[in-house]
T-cell receptor
Framework: QKEVEQNSGPLSVPEGAIASLNCTYSDRGSQSFFWYRQYSGKSPELIMFIYSNGDKEDGRFTAQLNKASQYVSLLIRDSQPSDSATYLC???????????FGGGTRLMVKP | DADVTQTPRNRITKTGKRIMLECSQT?????MYWYRQDPGLGLRLIYY???????NKGEISDGYSVSRQAQAKFSLSLESAIPNQTALYFCATSRGVPQPQHFGDGTRLSIL
């Protein structure tokens, strides 16, 4: 079982809709969680991080964390074609020394 | 602007050659990381370093070695390159847990 799981997609949403990206993790002791956006051939770019249960909002992005169920999600409101990219979920390990990345979800926002 | 710089950006070489990928940063971060990315496999950690005297193996260190020449410089070497090391390589830095990691622009490496 992979430590951080994401549906590879593609997830296709129309422009203006809400895109919902999900991630589950296996290490119950994980403490910090990150979402990165990666355009094809480019480097991962940090979008959001979340440490506590609940929601964290930043502009059109909302990260949601549920430690009891071991999942973290990213909502993108008013999706734009420029949001089309692969979204990587990353989770710190129990010792806090390194991040484990999921395989990423490819999002396609259609005009 | 503070940055993480990787050189070269692209490299094509032959099986058996020794290759060095370099990473330098102006962020002042103590922690540096090397990852490789393959289609469908996501980012996998090769080596990481928490300071100049600290080097640790990651998930896939076989066939690779690293050198932390200074706080700002972390190099990755492939001693004898093989075709299945063809991948996109990223360097990243962070202040430490729970701070996020920041990535360089990557090196696209092709081994023929």
């Amino acid at each position: 079982q992979k430590e951080v799981e994401q549906n590879s997609g593609p997830l296709s949403v129309p422009e203006g809709a809400i895109a919902s990206l999900n991630c589950t993790y296996s290490d119950r002791g994980s403490q910090s969680f990150f979402w990165y956006r990666q355009y094809s051939g480019k480097s991962p770019e940090l979008i959001m991080f979340i440490y506590s249960n609940g929601d964290k909002e930043d502009g059109r992005f909302t990260a949601q964390l549920n430690k009891a169920s071991q999942y973290v999600s990213l909502l993108i409101r008013d999706s734009q074609p420029s949001d089309s990219a692969t979204y990587l979920c990353a989770v710190n390990n129990n010792a806090g020394n390194m991040l484990t990345f999921g395989g990423g979800t490819r999002l396609m926002v259609k005009p | 602007d503070a940055d993480v710089t990787q050189t070269p950006r692209n490299r094509i070489t032959k099986t058996g050659k020794r290759i060095m990928l370099e990473c330098s940063q102006t962020k002042g971060h103590d922690r540096m990381y090397w990852y490789r990315q393959d289609p469908g496999l996501g980012l996998r950690l090769i080596y990481y370093s928490f300071d100049v005297k600290d080097i640790n193996k990651g998930e896939i260190s076989d066939g690779y070695s690293v050198s932390r020449q200074a706080q700002a410089k972390f190099s990755l070497s492939l001693e004898s390159a093989i075709p299945n090391q063809t991948a996109l390589y990223f360097c990243a830095t962070s202040r430490g847990v729970p701070q996020p990691q920041h990535f360089g622009d990557g090196t696209r490496l092709s081994i023929l």
